[in-house]
């Protein structure tokens, strides 16, 4: 008998998380993981700014406030650096001119943001008296190079 009621369990332990996934691969394509971690990152990113506020001694909610109106200002850039490639390959299907190149954007974008988010969270966990590895620091920053080399050679301003 016990062994029927675990099988019970696990069946929906997996109906939950296969409708989970399925909901995310729908609402977000079949990287839904990327978006995921990139909220992941945000997450982590409040929790270590808050500890490093905490262990300084300078809390400020106004402070904390902005950070998630700022967390907020990234998904929204996500959503119309994505949205807007999306619609230049929908013109493309219109024209007849294949524009599918443009879906890139969306996911430098995603990239240099998540790139944002992880030095951030080094950053706030070496304030808190952490140690980091040196080659994660420097593989960040190769990443960071790489992905905003285009935008530093053009040397965009707004």
Do not use: Q
């Amino acid at each position: 008998m016990s062994n029927l009621s675990d099988l019970n369990y696990m069946d929906s332990y997996n109906a939950i998380v296969g409708s989970v996934v399925t909901f995310l691969t729908m609402v977000l394509g079949e990287h839904w993981i990327l978006f995921a971690l990139f909220l992941l990152f945000n997450v982590i990113d409040f929790i270590t700014g808050w500890m490093k506020a905490r262990i300084t001694k300078k809390e400020n909610s106004i402070k904390g406030f902005k950070g998630v109106i700022k967390k907020l200002g990234y998904w929204l850039i996500i959503l119309v650096s994505f949205s807007t490639s999306l619609l230049f390959v929908e013109i493309g299907e219109v024209l007849e001119i294949n524009l599918s190149i443009t879906t890139m954007l969306g996911w430098f974008v995603l990239a240099s943001l998540a790139i944002n988010e992880v030095r951030s969270i080094i950053e706030n966990i070496v304030e808190c008296g952490y140690k980091v590895p040196v080659i994660l620091i420097k593989g960040l920053d190769i990443a960071s190079r790489v992905i905003n080399k285009k935008e530093d050679d053009e040397d965009v301003k707004y």
